[in-house]
């Protein structure tokens, strides 16, 4: 049943908060779109609403007797969710304002943004053609998820769905109902969502007992397979019986080096231990598959002085910028690392 069908209606009243619309959700939530009237400004208000463990009488939510425990589990690692959203201060993860407990059931206040999916972007016709569209997407994505793990804790739940691009061109990672501690087991983060073809083969049961940068590191390739391609890799239930994933230099542009392209088919790697396994390692690759590329198609006389940083100046602005990211990014993630 969809949680659609459950949602409170607009112009509800929570507190100083009132309900405009529904912004989407699934089994396990509903997010709105809602105004703050104390701080006249609009928010995302993201109620826990497992559609089929719940009744609902007008506002209030009631488990069902038979999945009371389950709901109970579920409200509890809810509100851990906003406790660890708290905490975040970097501009691509959304974290929360604030954390409600009304109705039965629990609220987690957080930053409205205006934009699309970056699945919405795909389904409407957009591919990424040329490694400025892939990083400029997936770098900043890339240095929000340093941030979590440098607190401990990863995504698991990286997606086209997820990944909301602003006005302004800026992506922002949404939806951390599947955070967990880095090292802890798919079973002990309580994954009940999982999303087919961006969900990793760990996650399922298969092969490394535990979930951390890789698990991640699966599905960042794979929203870069996505945005290559338009389409999802396999689920990876089935990679493991047959793996028919098609080779990305089989369907990506011309304007993709097939190095760029290497390190994210590396990255959907079924066995964990074949994937990059910290993140540094990952931001490394990618920064060296952009210099090879840039170097096999830069004039001879400014690809033998690439190795000198002065040597960026060379290229066009957008090169620049591509390079540019890079370098700061690996700094941010391991200050001091050299090409």
């Keep these: ?32 779109k809602a105004y703050d ?36 589990r579920g409200l509890a690692r809810f509100i851990s969710e906003a406790r660890i959203m708290t905490r975040f201060n970097h501009p691509v993860l959304r974290g929360a304002f604030s954390l409600i407990q009304e109705n039965g059931t629990a609220y987690i206040v957080m930053p409205y943004y205006d934009g699309t999916t970056l699945r919405e972007m795909t389904n409407n016709g957009f591919r990424a053609k040329n490694m400025e569209d892939i990083f400029s997407f997936l770098l900043p994505i890339l240095s929000g998820l340093s941030y979590l793990y440098n607190a401990g804790y990863g995504h698991y739940c990286i997606s086209p ?32 969502e999982l999303i087919p073809g961006f969900a990793a083969p760990e996650q399922y049961g298969h092969g490394e007992t535990c979930l951390g940068v890789w698990t991640d590191i699966y599905a960042f390739s794979a929203v870069a ?39 994210f088919e590396r990255g959907l790697a079924i066995e964990a231990k074949a994937r990059p396994r910290d993140i540094v390692s990952f931001a490394n690759a990618l920064q060296e598959a952009a210099y090879r590329a840039i ?21 066009s602005p957008r090169i620049r910028r591509i390079l540019q990211f890079a370098w700061n990014l690996r700094e941010k993630i391991h200050p001091g690392a050299r090409t």
């Design 37 to 72: 009237h104390a701080l006249n400004r609009h928010v995302a208000v993201k109620e826990f609403l497992p559609v089929d463990h719940v009744r609902r009488d007008l506002a209030h939510v009631e488990a069902r007797q038979e999945q009371r425990e389950s709901f109970e």
């Design 225 to 263: 397979y996505h945005m290559v391609t338009g389409l999802a890799p396999p689920p990876a239930v089935s990679r493991i019986a047959h793996d028919a994933l098609k080779p990305l230099a089989s369907l990506a542009s011309p304007g993709l080096p097939s190095a760029l392209l290497e390190v």
């Design 161 to 192: 769905d997820n990944i909301l691009v602003r006005e302004d061109g800026t992506p922002v990672l949404l939806d951390f109902g599947a955070v967990g501690e880095l090292g802890q087991s798919a079973e002990e983060c309580l994954l009940t």
């Design 295 to 315: 170097s096999q198609s830069a004039r001879p006389e400014s690809a033998r002085i690439l190795a000198a940083d002065a040597a960026v100046s060379a290229f």
């Design 1 to 32: 049943m969809s949680a659609g069908l459950f949602g409170l209606p607009a112009g509800f009243r929570l507190r100083e908060l009132e309900l405009l619309s529904i912004l989407g959700g699934g089994k396990r939530s509903l997010v709105y």
